[in-house]
């Protein structure tokens, strides 16, 4: 029977895509990765078809081969594929690449014990480096295209095995020195040079070699497979969308280089900023994230060391931008340098240290307002390459320098400032300039010079723009007190200065219960008794509150309790009205500990037994789900032969108090439907529970196991989860009896059901050994529900259903000394193995 046609395959991805799960439950999902893989070899299928074939293994690979011999089977054969294609320009080659990288990454088969990989990595490698390996592999015309398909190939597997091109860093060195694909091979010498200085205090082996090594040496494997085992470094290989990521440099060890291997470094670092301005803006975000994250854990390797290649790069026309198509419709982010500077940047005056003096550079010209390009990730890296700069310069060298990178700083956050200052201009812009802002306070917190210019500025942008609160309650809680506290005081002196009436109300009070107590209390009263007569809505006057709340925690006054007072007197709503007289008996009788203790009780101190206490500490605990070991032990009890389906019976015994207890199952394969969760509502162990019944739903009948997850409530509240052993379900456990027979005509029923197994059935027979129970006692302890016609101790008949609707048929007669002879008829032949084993397990027991 041939492949199916390109329209029968187009019906089966259609099926699979509306549901993977189901699919491959089903009869015709068993095959479908060996199907797939098989087809891709036909000459019948086109190669559009093929390319779709590929598609869904890229996608499903997980699914298509879920274990590791499976993945590398299937990498096997792709790469077995992929060399029979004929010399002519294909459309194959790449797919049939990233279908193989992917079957072993996903399958979890990339290993040095794996003939796949070890076929597979010379075979890349040599592509993405030009070398006659590649050459060789495929026509001239898809040489390139190749190449860039290697390289992403190559950074797929070193994300998934950080430090595999450790000793390949030389050659492809060498490599994005020739003519080639620049972005693929700048990328993936980034990430494996990142990496590698990760990885380099348990290496062993020196940098400079790796650098400067342009192949391997002899007898050396270039693929270094347990690097990233025996280290504890968390690898990021992408770049995060909040600058908190950087924070310390996390991830990274401090290393000592030896001037060699400084040297060598500082040269690769310049040879991908030097051709990083050909890089697309996202790809240009990623090489300069990985780049700031591998220096920033080296010593005695200043970001200035780099000034020249950074600067030619700030220098760029329309930065982040792509190139093609009419000019943005705003200026860049960073707008262009004078061409003097770079040169006068590398060739000028030099310090003590023996680094250029970039200070002395001449005047940059104030920068226009910027625009937001396609993403805002090359511009918060340049940025963030343009603090590390700033980091590096004193106020020494900057002295009447109008052109410091400082200044320059200052004038591009201005602009930014003043686009997020703009009514109804995009959200982005904002969150642009506060992802900006954070930038700055992180890298430069111990500047003044940096931070107090940046907090006059926020304050005038929150006098613009008051809807801009969300951003500032955010900033305020992710900064440090560098630049937290000087701007809580500052917003809290914009905000007490507004009319209580103001439209934005709702904005100001919700900075003001973030920044209280910052500044003057008395114009903070004042502020809030003027705006208590313009608090309507029950939204504005729970804002209030939370303000008169956070003040309590700052020791209200006399102030606070005339305010609390006329607030429970004038608040149309109830609750609101209710909480201000609690807040105000709290105040009135409480002491300064007592009143923080009855606000929020800390773990030190214990809690007061009011309900009217919200927000303590262990809110935010209660609510999480921790992981625990298991409060009961799960077995599974006798066989339970009634009703349509199989049930499971589990006997629970409590080892401690649990409440809200629910038992979730999760099946072995995919020849059972998706289980039920069971809920009991409490466990103790002075009490024992109650049997549980969990209903089975073969897709087939066969054994298999449950792996079961415990999610309770303790008696102090906490909701945890626990994984339980896994339980075993037999081939037994799915016996059910069939319908009782009239009375009298039960040989006759058993004889219908006999002859109704052939011709499509199968038949056998066993012998099944009797202990010195005898075959009576083998019949009422294991199959009597079974039993539809007898005559004991000689003959009896059983008839088994089996669901869905399978039955199995046995017939137990003329017994001998050591055992009975037993003929089985099934409608399904796949059941006697099963059948056969299950009667050995008898004799056996007997």
Request: overall charge neutral; some cysteine; proline content about 11%.
């Amino acid at each position: 029977m041939g492949p199916p046609s390109r329209e029968a395959w187009a019906q089966r991805l259609g099926a699979f895509r509306a549901s993977p799960c189901a699919f491959l439950a089903g009869p015709q999902g068993e095959d479908l990765g060996r199907e797939l893989l098989s087809d891709l070899r036909s000459d019948k299928l086109s190669e559009q078809t093929k390319v779709s074939l590929l598609a869904l293994s890229l996608e499903y690979a997980a699914q298509l081969w879920p274990d590791a011999p499976a993945a590398e089977a299937a990498a096997a054969s792709l790469l077995d594929t992929l060399v029979l294609l004929p010399p002519r320009p294909s459309a194959l080659r790449r797919p049939l690449l990233l279908a193989a990288t992917t079957a072993l990454a996903a399958g979890g088969a990339l290993g040095p014990a794996s003939g796949a990989a070890c076929r597979l990595l010379p075979l890349l490698l040599g592509l993405a480096l030009g070398r006659d390996l590649g050459r060789g592999f495929g026509p001239a015309s898809e040489q390139r295209p190749l190449q860039a398909t290697a390289c992403e190939c190559l950074r797929e597997l070193e994300s998934c095995q950080p430090g595999l091109l450790r000793a390949s860093l030389g050659p492809l060195r060498a490599g994005l020195a020739q003519e080639g694909p620049v972005q693929p091979l700048s990328l993936l010498l980034a990430l494996a040079l990142h990496n590698a200085l990760a990885l380099q205090p348990r290496a062993g082996a020196g940098l400079q070699g790796l650098l400067t090594a342009r192949v391997a040496a002899a007898g050396d494997s270039p693929w270094s497979w347990t690097l990233a085992g025996d280290s504890d470094v968390p690898f990021e290989p992408q770049a995060p969308s909040w600058p908190e990521a950087e924070e310390g440099a996390r991830g990274l060890l401090a290393l000592e280089l030896s001037p060699e291997e400084s040297r060598e470094l500082r040269a690769t670092v310049a040879q991908l900023l030097d051709a990083s301005y050909l890089l697309a803006p996202v790809a240009q975000a990623q090489l300069l994230w990985l780049l700031c994250r591998a220096l920033r854990g080296l010593r005695g390797q200043p970001p200035a060391l780099f000034k020249p290649q950074l600067v030619r790069l700030l220098g760029t026309a329309h930065p982040g931008c792509p190139a093609p198509g009419p000019a943005p419709p705003h200026p860049p982010l960073l707008p262009p340098l004078p061409p003097e500077l770079p040169r006068k940047l590398s060739a000028g005056p030099r310090r003590r240290g023996g680094r250029p003096a970039a200070a002395r550079a001449p005047a940059v010209p104030r920068p226009p307002a910027p625009a937001l390009c396609t993403s805002p990730q090359p511009s918060l890296a340049r940025l963030h390459l343009l603090c590390l700069l700033c980091a590096e310069d004193t106020e020494e060298d900057d002295r009447g320098q109008g052109g410091s990178p400082q200044r320059y700083l200052e004038e591009l956050l201005a602009g930014l400032r003043q686009r997020a200052a703009l009514d109804g201009g995009p959200r982005a812009w904002a969150t642009l300039c506060f992802q900006a802002s954070y930038l700055v306070a992180h890298c430069l917190a111990g500047q003044p010079a940096v931070l107090t210019p940046l907090v006059r500025g926020l304050a005038q942008l929150y006098r613009a723009r008051p809807v801009l609160a969300p951003h500032f309650v955010d900033l305020l809680d992710r900064v440090g007190p560098e630049l937290g506290e000087p701007l809580r005081v500052a917003l809290c002196r914009e905000v007490v200065s507004r009319p209580g009436g103001d439209a934005a109300l709702g904005w100001h009070l919700q900075v003001l219960a973030r920044v209280v107590g910052a500044g003057s209390q008395s114009a903070t009263l004042h502020f809030l008794q003027a705006a208590a007569a313009h608090c309507p809505d029950w939204g504005l006057q729970q804002a209030l509150l939370r303000v008169c709340r956070a003040l309590l925690g700052s020791g209200g006054g006399g102030g606070l309790a005339d305010l609390l007072q006329a607030l429970a007197r004038w608040l149309e709503d109830p609750d609101g009205r209710d909480h201000a007289r609690l807040y105000y008996v709290l105040l009135a009788h409480l002491a300064g500990p007592k009143l923080g203790l009855a606000l929020g009780p800390s773990l030190a101190a214990p809690a007061m037994a009011s309900s009217l206490v919200a927000e303590n500490q262990g809110f935010a605990a209660a609510l999480m789900v921790r992981e625990a070991a298991a409060p009961m032990r799960l077995s599974v009890g006798p066989r339970v032969a009634t009703g349509p389906c199989p049930v499971l019976q589990l006997q629970v015994e409590a080892l401690e108090p649990a409440y809200s207890l629910e038992l979730r199952f999760r099946v072995e394969g995919q020849l059972y439907a998706p289980l039920g969760a069971v809920h009991v509502p409490c466990l103790c162990p002075s009490r024992p529970a109650s049997p549980l019944l969990l209903p089975l739903q073969p897709r087939r009948p066969a054994p298999t196991r449950l792996h079961v997850q415990a999610l309770y409530t303790t008696p102090a509240g906490l909701t945890c989860h626990a994984r339980l052993p896994p339980l075993t379900v037999t081939f037994s456990h799915l016996f059910l009896p069939f319908p009782q027979a009239p009375r009298g005509a039960e040989p006759g029923f058993f004889e219908e059901l006999w002859d109704s197994c052939l011709p499509g059935g199968a038949e056998s027979r066993v012998w099944c050994a009797l202990g010195p129970q005898g075959l009576e006692t083998l019949v009422s302890c294991h199959l009597e529900p079974f039993v539809v016609a007898a005559r004991p101790p000689a003959s009896y008949h059983v008839a088994i259903r089996l669901p869905p609707d399978s039955k199995l048929l046995l017939r137990l007669e003329a017994p001998q000394v050591d055992g009975v002879p037993v003929a089985l008829r099934t409608d399904d032949w796949a059941l006697l193995p099963l059948a056969a084993d299950y009667l050995r397990g008898l004799s056996a027991a007997a």
